[in-house]
Structure formats: C-alpha cells, structure tokens
C-alpha cells in the first residue's frame, strides 16, 4: 500500500469547529473554502485513507458530522464507527510522521523496560516501553501520537538525561488494552510462580492497578519464558517432563543449559497454553505435531518454530527461536579472512553451476546462505528459493516452503521453479538422488544453484554425491565449489585470560615446536556473560573452489585423499587451520576449537 508522505503534523485535532463541507470536498478529502487551518490536519488525514482507498466519500462525511457534535479526533470515530481497522489506521499515521509502526497484538514488552516507566504514568500519557538496549542508552517505546510532545516530555521525566528514545506508533485502543495487559504481567518467574501457588508476590504484583485477574498466570508464565528466552540470546527453548518435575532448558551459543524445574503439575496447562498458541490440536498428545507462533518481543519480530514429541513422562516441547534481526548477517561480517573472502567472491561471480554448504544441523548454513542471497539479490536478479520451512523472508526473493503441508518435495519444486524463469535457485536440502540431479540439471541448463548437504568436509562432499547417485560426469563441469562450516562460541572479551601456548597446543595449532612464543586465551567468567566465559559465536570455514584440475579428478572419481592433495596445492585451508586462526586472534579457546572440529593428536 503506498501512502503519500505529508508533513508531520499533530495526531488530529480535538476542539476544530469543522466547517460545512461540500459533498465533491469530502469525497475528495479537501478542506472546503473558508476551513480554518485548525482542522487542515483532520482533512490531511481523510485525504490520506481516501487515497489509500480505505475509506469513501461518504463515509469521511459521516465521521466529519459525529466530529463536529462530539469534538473527538477523526481517526478514533472512524475505528469506532467500523470504517477502518485500527491497524490501517497506525500504518497511514506511522507513514505520515515518518516512524516505524509496531503491532502491540503480537509483541512482548522486555521487562527492564517496563521497569523504567511507572504503569500510573504509562497509563496517562498511553505510552509502552518495549525494548531497553542498556549499552546503547536506546528505549523503545510505542505510543499512539509520535508528535505528543507533552507525553514524550514527561517520558523524559522519568529516565536519565543521556537516555535516547526510539518512537513507534501504535494503535490507540490496542496500546491502553496493552499498558494494562503488560503491565499486570510485570515481574519475575519467581513471582509469577509464588502467585500461582497463592504465595505472597512481590509488590508489582499485588498492586491493584497492576493486578490483572483477567490473565491468567499460565499465559503470563510462558510469555514470561519467552521474553526471558529471547533477551538471554537462545536459540531453541526445551520443556522436558520428567517423572517428577519439569525441567527447562535454554540452548546458548550451541549449549543446553537448565534454567527452571518446575513442578510437573505446572506442565499440562503450560502445553496447553504452547499448543493454541502454535495452533496446534490440544486434544492430540500421541502423535508429534509442528506449528508456528508470531510475535513480537523486545519490539522487534519473532518467530517460534513448536515441535511436540510424546515421551514416557508426557508430550516433550521444544520451541525454535528465529530473530529476523540476528538471522540476516552481512556477507562482510561472517569472518571470513581476507583469502577467503576472495574465493568466496571468485566463486560468486561465476554465473551458472552449482554451489554446495556443507555441516551438520545448527552450523550456520542457513544464516551463511542468507547472507550470501541478500548480497546477489538486485532488482537486476529472480532470486527463488525452496525452504523447508522459510525460516526468513527476505524481500524481493520469491520464497517456497515445501513439506507434507504443500505436497511439494525439493526435486518437484526444483522443476517448477524452472519454469518461473529465475537466476538464482536455492535449494534448502539435497536429501535424495532426484534432489541431487535436479539442482544439477538446473546448473547446467545455465542457472546458479546454492544448496545445503549433510557431509562432515567440503572434500568429502564430493563422494557423497556420488554415493546417492550422481555420475561423475555430469558433476564435472557443473560445481562452481563447496563451502564446509562450523560454529565456535566466542571468548568473552572482558574476561578472557591470556596465555602462552605451551607444547601440546602449539602442536594442535600446527605451530612449529622451535617457532615463537604464541599468545592464545582460555575463557574465565564475568557478569557480562553471565559467567560463561563465552558470548556470542562465530563461523570457521573451509571453502574448496573447483578449478579444472579438480573438475579433472572428479571425472576420474578420485579417491578424497586424492582431491584434498590437489585442493591444497591451490591453497585450500581445512576447518582445523581456519580454526586454529581464530584461537590465535584472541576469538575463541583451544579448548571450544577442540569441541567442534578433531584437532592434531599429540604424540605418544
């Protein structure tokens, strides 16, 4: 929907004596002759939903005449009079004062933020914190008038004077339910779980105003979860029924760690809550069931993959974290050095053949396919992909899940897609021969393909096509080059510990016994990384460009030791030696090195 761009002006005028309009103005959204500039914002704003098509003509004239009676602004008696949808209505303000809009239905507000405003105030001036970046000095905040600027000044009332603001609008009604409904749910697991025993709770719950009987704690316990999942960085959350208690536990930069066991009576109500929420069926607890939840959390979009499995104790959840924010990284932040920056390039800018990522589940390779699209992907360029699920929409590409749900395999959907005249074709997964055959079949016919495929190395990806069928030949010539990955957790910068490699690591590193001293660093623990030693991770890679040497022994069928002789000769760098790279620029430990790939054994 495109919306002219007027001048920001205020939300809408309340005390405007409209002026009789004529028919032909109203319908046109003009103020007519004599309009006083008072109300030129009332008339911007019809002329606004007029042009977007969501209102008419007459029905801006019926609005104007309950305005003229009641002295209320425009834009609320038009949702109340059922001519518009709140949410048409934020997106046309939201363009006309130039700031992003957010749907308050679908987003939870991080509790440090709310923490920051008092709810009395909150509710006065219809303002909702969402997101506190305390590095940034950055609040999030929505409201419904960006331009209020008596509520924005006593906002500022209320945080440090170096604090900056990040305004969203958002729908009127949906922020006052909002403050009230998010407000009430402030707080900790801890007090959610005392009130739920019928304990005593801490202040912020047993104050009246912020009490809210109408929520039930079970919904305001998961979405606590979430929002505690989401702001501690994990990836995937686990609920695990045990025979005596439930145990919860969050994956962190590739690691399980528990952090609840709750009781197990806790447990059904909580999977039901899960299961609506992913619009699964609440009455099916035999069967393993997959469903989707989207949301917001932090003001920023989310989406939640469910999986249910029924075990010994009870239906085991585990819900998948996908933050369209983290999972778009530019091809200039992967890491890659310098050399492999330019393989990478090399590789890219051939135009057709068959470009494989290699790793086994949850090493980054769709992140590193996302990255790779969104820097090929112009307006010049059909980018199309098959995705089991989309994981990221990304705009311009056209996107295709398949699965059970559209009766579409990736061999079927590789033949469709080729009949949509693309460019560029991903394929999520080769699983299968036909799979396999068909992405080729498609490099041949003069696309570029990118693909994932489950092999240990970028070298031994190679024979693993041809041990599910793909013939030499037709894979000589075709495949532009292999791109092998893992993920390392990084060190924490502020609480690393230096060290001087000794003997044994200096062998693991493939450093020379006699060469100089060689710093590296092993994690410690601080508050920052909440004593982990590690925050964050990074990519290692091995990338193998196919040149015509290679393509020579790949039609020959050459053993894999004999194609890592060759690649090597051209420079080509495994996951160890990229590995032991970022252990001596200070990224990662020896010890996660060590965790991820197999290292030199020491001698006996």
Same mark, same amino acid.
């Given at each position: 929907?495109?919306?002219?761009?007027?001048?920001?002006?205020?939300?809408?005028?309340?005390?405007?004596?409209?002026?009789?309009?004529?028919?032909?103005?109203?319908?046109?959204?003009?103020?007519?002759?004599?309009?006083?500039?008072?109300?030129?914002?009332?008339?911007?704003?019809?002329?606004?939903?007029?042009?977007?098509?969501?209102?008419?003509?007459?029905?801006?004239?019926?609005?104007?005449?309950?305005?003229?009676?009641?002295?209320?602004?425009?834009?609320?008696?038009?949702?109340?009079?059922?001519?518009?949808?709140?949410?048409?209505?934020?997106?046309?303000?939201?363009?006309?004062?130039?700031?992003?809009?957010?749907?308050?239905?679908?987003?939870?507000?991080?509790?440090?933020?709310?923490?920051?405003?008092?709810?009395?105030?909150?509710?006065?001036?219809?303002?909702?914190?969402?997101?506190?970046?305390?590095?940034?000095?950055?609040?999030?905040?929505?409201?419904?008038?960006?331009?209020?600027?008596?509520?924005?000044?006593?906002?500022?009332?209320?945080?440090?004077?170096?604090?900056?603001?990040?305004?969203?609008?958002?729908?009127?009604?949906?922020?006052?339910?909002?403050?009230? /409904?998010?407000?009430?749910?402030?707080?900790?697991?801890?007090?959610?779980?005392?009130?739920?025993?019928?304990?005593?709770?801490?202040?912020?719950?047993?104050?009246?105003?912020?009490?809210?009987?109408?929520?039930? *704690?079970?919904?305001?316990?998961?979405?606590?979860?979430?929002?505690?999942?989401?702001?501690?960085?994990?990836?995937?959350?686990?609920?695990?029924?045990?025979?005596?208690?439930?145990?919860?536990?969050?994956?962190?930069?590739?690691?399980?760690?528990?952090?609840?066991?709750?009781?197990?009576?806790?447990?059904?109500?909580?999977?039901?809550?899960?299961?609506?929420?992913?619009?699964?069926?609440?009455?099916?607890?035999?069967?393993?069931?997959?469903?989707?939840?989207?949301?917001?959390?932090?003001?920023?979009?989310?989406?939640?993959?469910?999986?249910?499995?029924?075990?010994?104790?009870?239906?085991?959840?585990?819900?998948?974290?996908?933050?369209?924010?983290?999972?778009?990284?530019?091809?200039?932040?992967?890491?890659?050095?310098?050399?492999?920056?330019?393989?990478?390039?090399?590789?890219?800018?051939?135009?057709?053949?068959?470009?494989?990522?290699?790793?086994?589940?949850?090493?980054?390779?769709?992140?590193?396919?996302?990255?790779?699209?969104? /820097?090929?992907?112009?307006?010049?360029?059909?980018?199309?992909?098959?995705?089991?699920?989309?994981?990221?929409?990304?705009?311009?590409?056209?996107?295709?899940?398949?699965?059970?749900?559209?009766?579409?395999?990736?061999?079927?959907?590789?033949?469709?897609?080729?009949?949509?005249?693309?460019?560029?074709?991903?394929?999520?997964?080769?699983?299968?021969?036909?799979?396999?055959?068909?992405?080729?079949?498609?490099?041949?016919?003069? /696309?570029?393909?990118?693909?994932?495929?489950?092999?240990?190395?970028?070298?031994?990806?190679?024979?693993?096509?041809?041990?599910?069928?793909?013939?030499?030949?037709?894979?000589?010539?075709?495949?532009?080059?292999?791109?092998?990955?893992?993920?390392? @957790?990084?060190?924490?910068?502020?609480?690393?510990?230096?060290?001087?490699?000794?003997?044994?690591?200096?062998?693991?590193?493939?450093?020379?016994?006699?060469? *100089?001293?060689?710093?590296?660093? /092993?994690?410690?623990?601080?508050?920052?990384?909440?004593?982990?030693?590690?925050?964050? @991770?990074?990519?290692?890679?091995?990338?193998?460009?196919?040149?015509?040497?290679?393509?020579?022994?790949?039609?020959?069928?050459?053993?894999?030791?004999?194609?890592?002789?060759?690649?090597?000769?051209?420079?080509?760098?495994?996951?160890?030696?990229?590995?032991?790279?970022?252990?001596?620029?200070?990224?990662?430990?020896?010890?996660?090195?060590?965790?991820?790939?197999?290292?030199?054994?020491?001698?006996?």
């Amino acid at each position: 929907m495109n919306i002219p761009h007027l001048p920001p002006l205020a939300f809408l005028p309340t005390d405007a004596a409209a002026a009789p309009e004529t028919p032909a103005a109203a319908a046109r959204g003009q103020a007519p002759a004599g309009e006083s500039a008072s109300t030129a914002g009332t008339w911007r704003i019809g002329e606004q939903l007029c042009a977007a098509g969501l209102i008419g003509g007459d029905q801006l004239r019926i609005a104007l005449h309950e305005q003229r009676q009641h002295h209320r602004p425009l834009g609320r008696l038009l949702v109340e009079l059922g001519f518009v949808q709140e949410s048409a209505l934020r997106d046309v303000l939201a363009a006309r004062v130039g700031r992003p809009c957010v749907d308050l239905a679908v987003t939870l507000p991080a509790a440090d933020a709310l923490a920051l405003l008092p709810h009395e105030a909150a509710r006065r001036h219809r303002l909702l914190p969402l997101h506190y970046d305390a590095p940034g000095r950055l609040l999030t905040v929505a409201l419904a008038d960006a331009n209020d600027i008596v509520a924005i000044d006593r906002l500022r009332a209320h945080l440090a004077a170096d604090m900056r603001l990040d305004l969203r609008v958002a729908g009127e009604s949906e922020l006052v339910q909002a403050i009230e /409904h998010h407000y009430g749910q402030a707080g900790s697991v801890d007090d959610l779980l005392r009130e739920m025993d019928g304990g005593a709770s801490s202040p912020a719950l047993t104050h009246p105003a912020l009490t809210r009987h109408d929520v039930p *704690p079970v919904v305001r316990l998961v979405d606590a979860l979430i929002a505690d999942a989401v702001a501690q960085g994990a990836s995937d959350v686990h609920f695990e029924p045990e025979a005596g208690f439930l145990r919860i536990r969050y994956r962190i930069d590739g690691l399980l760690h528990q952090v609840r066991a709750l009781h197990r009576s806790r447990w059904p109500e909580m999977a039901v809550r899960l299961k609506v929420m992913a619009g699964l069926d609440i009455a099916e607890t035999r069967s393993p069931q997959d469903g989707r939840i989207g949301l917001g959390v932090g003001g920023r979009p989310i989406d939640l993959r469910v999986a249910t499995q029924p075990t010994l104790h009870g239906e085991n959840i585990v819900l998948r974290i996908l933050d369209r924010q983290k999972g778009i990284v530019p091809l200039h932040a992967l890491g890659l050095a310098a050399d492999q920056r330019t393989t990478l390039e090399r590789m890219l800018a051939r135009p057709e053949g068959l470009i494989l990522v290699t790793g086994p589940t949850g090493s980054g390779k769709t992140t590193t396919l996302y990255s790779v699209l969104s /820097h090929l992907n112009t307006e010049e360029v059909n980018i199309m992909t098959l995705e089991d699920p989309v994981e990221y929409p990304l705009p311009l590409i056209r996107q295709t899940a398949v699965g059970e749900a559209s009766r579409l395999d990736f061999a079927g959907g590789v033949r469709a897609l080729l009949r949509q005249d693309p460019d560029i074709i991903l394929v999520g997964e080769i699983r299968d021969a036909d799979t396999a055959e068909m992405a080729i079949r498609a490099a041949l016919t003069g /696309h570029q393909v990118f693909a994932t495929l489950h092999a240990g190395s970028a070298v031994s990806a190679i024979p693993r096509l041809m041990d599910i069928g793909i013939r030499p030949e037709l894979l000589a010539g075709n495949l532009i080059g292999i791109l092998a990955q893992r993920l390392v @957790r990084r060190l924490c910068p502020q609480c690393r510990e230096p060290h001087v490699a000794d003997t044994d690591e200096r062998r693991k590193l493939g450093l020379p016994a006699d060469g *100089p001293a060689a710093l590296i660093h /092993h994690a410690a623990g601080c508050a920052a990384c909440n004593f982990r030693g590690y925050r964050g @991770r990074s990519a290692i890679m091995e990338l193998l460009c196919i040149d015509p040497a290679l393509d020579e022994l790949v039609a020959r069928h050459a053993s894999p030791q004999a194609l890592l002789e060759q690649a090597r000769r051209g420079g080509f760098q495994t996951l160890a030696e990229d590995g032991a790279r970022r252990v001596l620029d200070g990224t990662t430990s020896l010890q996660e090195l060590g965790r991820v790939v197999a290292l030199r054994t020491p001698a006996a």
